[in-house]
Structure formats: C-alpha cells, structure tokens
C-alpha cells in the first residue's frame, strides 16, 4: 500500500475537519471509505442524502437515500411505491445485479444515478410457498393441540366406563357409543391432516391414542354383554327351576285322591 497516499489522504481529512483516521477503513480495491461503525458518533459525521432514479417498468420512482445505505435498504424503500416485495426485487446497476448487502458509495451510486427494477419470480413463487408452508404448519399445530386437549377431556370418561365394567357395574349401551362416535370423528379429522417432521410424530402418536381408547370401550362394550348373558342366565335358570317347582306341584295335586262323600239323594234299596 501506498503509505504516502494514506498519510496524504489523513492530513487532508484532519485539516479540512472531516472524520479523523479511526472513522476511516480501506475496502477491497483500495477505496478509502468512511467506516459504518455503531460506535461513531453519528452527530460527529454528515451522511449525504442522495436521489436516485429507480426505473421499474414503464415507471421511474426517485428515492432518497442516504449516500452510505446498502442496497437492501433501497430496496425495502422501493417495496411501496412499486408494489414489489423486498425480497423478490432484483437491482440492476451499471448492468450488473447487485446484492443486498453492498453499499451504494462503495459501488459509486451517486446524486441522480439511474437504478433498474426487476421482480425476480421465482423468488416470489419461493417465498409465497414458504408462506403458505409456514402458514400450514401454524395451522397443523393448532389443530392437533386442540385434539390433544378433547382427548385429555374424554380419557376421563372412558376410564371410568372400564372401571365400571371391572366391578360388574350396570353400563348404558349409549354411554359407550356416543364415546366411540366422538372418537371416530377424531380419528377422521387427525386422518386427514397432512404434516411432517415432528407435526408428523405428533399425529402419528395421537392416532395411537385414539385407537386404544376405541379399544378399550370395545372391550367394555364385549365385558357387557358378557355380564348380561350371565344374567339372564341365571334368571332363565330360576325361572326354569320355578316352573318346574310349580309343574310338581300340579302333578301331585292330580294324583292325590279325592274323598268320596255320601249323597244326600242315596236311596236304600228296596227289601
């Protein structure tokens, strides 16, 4: 490096009052160019604004800007009056697209310098995708949070059915069907959601849940039938037992003999 031109260049910026030597930085190419530091004190140094002529379209949009922003900052000043987001701008300048993170002084974006706009569509399609993916997830989390917690509800009431059924206690049919029904059309709307990575586990694990509580009350459902058929045995039994006590009874009745009484109307007969 030329340490001649440097003294140079910071002799004459310390006698014209410009920034001192700790506000300046050499960029690539050997440009000496004021340092974007946080730690400068922005009242100590004057930023130019500049106006540069943004063609996009049939249309030109003139912006003002300060000399040291970077591309992606006129860009986000270009979203409004263009209509075109952020990140779906392409600029051109000087015939070559520039990145977001260049510097319009480094790349000698001057007062009046002309700026060309094109929307880059495939990095909209990219984004709008992202958003609806993005948006999707938002809803499948949603959804499958709002099913675990209906599900927590209901784990209460199939619990106390199985618990019912253990004791040989008396259980509704309808009690156990609107549960199953209710489960059904939870196992119907977790069927149909569409996920993946850990949404996908999620699903797959409340599916599983789903599925044991509807075999469970199947179970119960299968224990009640057993315990009414044990039922109504035992009460076709006692019934059988009774009608054959009553039928021995109405036999012996039948056989015992009946006494034989004289009639009033017997006459003696004639001597």
């Not at 030329?2 to 930085?25: D, I, L, M, Q, R």
């Not at 149909?192 to 009350?217: F, P």
């Amino acid at each position: 490096m030329n340490t001649k031109f440097w003294s140079s260049n910071k002799s004459s910026a310390e006698e014209e009052g410009g920034p001192s030597v700790e506000h300046w930085e050499i960029k690539p190419g050997g440009m000496l160019v004021q340092k974007r530091n946080s730690d400068v004190n922005p009242s100590s140094v004057s930023t130019p604004t500049i106006r540069v002529r943004v063609k996009y379209g049939s249309s030109y949009h003139e912006i003002s800007i300060s000399s040291q922003a970077s591309f992606g900052e006129l860009k986000k000043k270009l979203a409004a009056p263009t209509g075109v987001h952020h990140e779906d701008q392409k600029l051109i300048f000087k015939n070559k697209e520039r990145d977001s993170k260049d510097f319009l002084d480094v790349l000698r974006v001057k007062d009046g310098s002309k700026i060309v706009l094109v929307e880059d569509v495939e990095k909209k399609e990219r984004r709008l995708l992202e958003m609806i993916k993005d948006a999707n997830v938002r809803k499948v989390t949603k959804t499958l949070k709002e099913i675990n917690l209906e599900l927590s509800k209901l784990q209460g009431q199939v619990l106390a059915l199985e618990q019912a059924a253990s004791k040989h206690e008396k259980i509704e049919d309808k009690d156990v069907d609107v549960l199953i029904e209710i489960l059904m059309s939870k196992l119907i709307k977790l069927d149909g959601i569409s996920a993946e990575g850990d949404l996908k586990q999620q699903r797959r694990m409340l599916v599983k849940k789903v599925q044991n509580y509807i075999e469970t009350l199947d179970q119960v459902k299968l224990q009640k039938v057993k315990i009414n058929s044990s039922i109504d045995g035992r009460t076709k039994n006692k019934t059988i037992q009774d009608n054959s006590r009553m039928r021995n009874d109405i036999n012996f009745s039948v056989r015992r003999p009946v006494s034989q009484k004289p009639s009033k109307n017997f006459e003696s007969p004639m001597k």
